[in-house]
């Protein structure tokens, strides 16, 4: 590596006025667009494109890096706040973000949000920048087989996210994969469970629609119902939203998780068809299973913020090389990232690596800076959590509003609508009978992606499966699976007969 050169390209990055201007707009807008459930960081990317077609290569690359990256964060304000995330990888933020803020930490949540954000940002850019060859060479090993074992280790770790029973997990993830199975058969193009007349499902349950309905939705639903019965009790934050970031003391307890979050957000972001809504929650799951005190994640502690932003915000630089090492995107991001580039001339690969090596260090220099920016963004929209003082019934027809338009904004499809608020049912339904959620969310991101690989694998070699086992890589995933499954079953255990005991010490 050209140390020289990469300095250089630093200087002339961090001091060019089009360039501050343009990745700090993109981070302020990528930061209000994460903020509202449904306007993902890919449609952000995509809406504003077309303003880049005038500038020069690394305003424009700027621009959009900067969107990239305050999306990510962005996604954790409304999870944090009104249990909707904005984008789907920020749908494990709100396990442990909307508790803290139902306790009055508000304020501290959303400060963890925006430094493992940041943090995990960093730590994307900088494996990027000095491993983007060798990463990139390791992800393009995964075929079929390594992707389908792949989804079958982030599966695993619906166990670790299954909260007091095990069991109810499954069942919420046996639903998740069910509806994985309605529309078009991926392979084949065979309608599955509608007929074809139903359009609406031809594509299956949208994925942000379901998302909104499960967590947005049914929580105006559940709150109504409090209201009505007369145990809804204002809970406003009395936490001072001026500290900017999270004390000294907190910032010691997250460091693990933001540590092990980067890097789990950046592996994972490297490998194509992957990204944030996967790494979040093996992040979690693997943040949970390693500390001391599991029963804790999921009442509202910074460790399971620190691991879930960390990794989503690692995952934009992770998904950036393949791109720029193969000219393969890592996510939907990237591939639109892709487009930017060709339209500008150059041709992302590994020949890009020899001709065009000033502007590979310049992109390095513009993601740095783009995180930095989310990170100055993420100061300036602390008034965000005054939400929490809003009367509830002033706030619930609000969040309904708006979880109804991101559900429609998607495919301006009514359709999308009554499923936004079916899944609204259904999730207050759950809640009620204590079945987590976030396991419906993993099977529905992981599901297609295990279907496919798995028939694409067995095409492959003509229905022999235990062929996989000469893939060391998959071999690996296929025991940590195991051992994750298995370490959770322990440490669940654990916490139930530590539950039953201090409960049996109250009653005594």
Known sequence: MDFSLLLSSYATVWSNPEVLLMTFIGALGGVLLGAIPGMTATMGVALLIPFSFGMDLIPSIGLLLGIYCGGMYGGSISAILIHAPGTPAAAATLLDGYPMCKKGQAGKALSVAMFASFCGGVIGALVMTFLSPLVADMAMNFGP?????????????????????????????????????????????????????????????????????????????????????????EQKSNEKITNVLPDWKTIKQIWPNILSGGLIGTFIGAIPGAGGDIAVFVSYGASKSASKHPELYGTGIPNGVAATESANNGCSGGAMIPLL???????????????????????????????????????????????????????????????????????????????????????KNAFDVGVCVAFGIIGWLMNKYEFPLSPILLALILGPMCEKNFVRYMNIQRGNFFAITTSPIAMVFATVAILVIVYSVYNQSKINKRTAANAAQEKA
């Open 325 to 411: 090492s193969l000219g393969v995107p890592g996510d939907s991001v990237t591939a639109i990232l892709l487009g930017a580039f060709i339209m500008k001339g150059i041709t992302p690969g590994p020949m890009m690596y020899v001709t065009e090596l000033p502007t590979v260090y310049r992109v390095f220099a513009a993601l740095m800076l783009a995180n930095l920016c989310m990170l100055v963004v993420g100061c300036l929209v602390r008034f965000f959590a005054k939400i929490v003082s809003v009367e509830k019934k002033m706030l619930y027809p609000i969040i309904l509003v708006i979880s109804l338009l991101g559900a429609f904004s998607i495919n």
């Open 145 to 233: 087989g390594e992707m389908f074992m792949l989804a079958v280790f982030g599966l695993s770790v619906i166990v670790a996210i299954s909260g007091k029973s095990v069991a109810k997990g499954l069942i919420s993830a046996f639903f998740g994969m069910l509806l994985c199975t309605v529309g078009l058969d991926p392979t084949n193009g065979i309608p599955r469970f509608i007929t074809t007349k139903q359009t609406g499902l031809l594509d299956g349950f949208q994925f942000i629609p379901t998302l909104i309905g499960l967590f947005a939705v049914s929580e105006v639903i559940a709150g109504v119902e409090r209201i009505i019965r007369g145990e809804e009790h």
